[in-house]
């Protein structure tokens, strides 16, 4: 089953990205969309440009969803960071 968060856009009408969801059982949705605006947000603050916090909050949002719970499912920085890799 596939889990977390599919995206695509385009920047600024001269680049167009895909980000596709990872393969994750999904026990839990709740927090996930949460997470990825925050994962964002936080990626943006730690200096990632945007393309590589999205990339992030995706990775965050998969993890996300395979916990149960809301706060409880959230990752760390460094647990989405060593994440798929």
């Not at 001269?14 to 026990?27: G, K, L």
């Not at 995706?58 to 990752?75: E, L, M």
Request: charged share 15%; net charge neutral; aromatic share 14%.
């Amino acid at each position: 089953m596939s889990g977390a968060i599919s995206l695509q856009f385009s920047l600024y009408f001269t680049s167009y990205y895909r980000f596709p969801s990872h393969d994750v059982w999904a026990v839990d949705t709740t927090a996930a969309g949460g997470s990825f605006i925050a994962a964002v947000a936080l990626g943006l603050a730690k200096g990632y440009d945007l393309v590589s916090s999205i990339q992030f909050a995706n990775r965050a949002a998969a993890i996300v969803v395979t916990r149960k719970g809301a706060q409880s499912s959230i990752p760390s920085f460094e647990e989405v960071k060593d994440c798929f890799n």
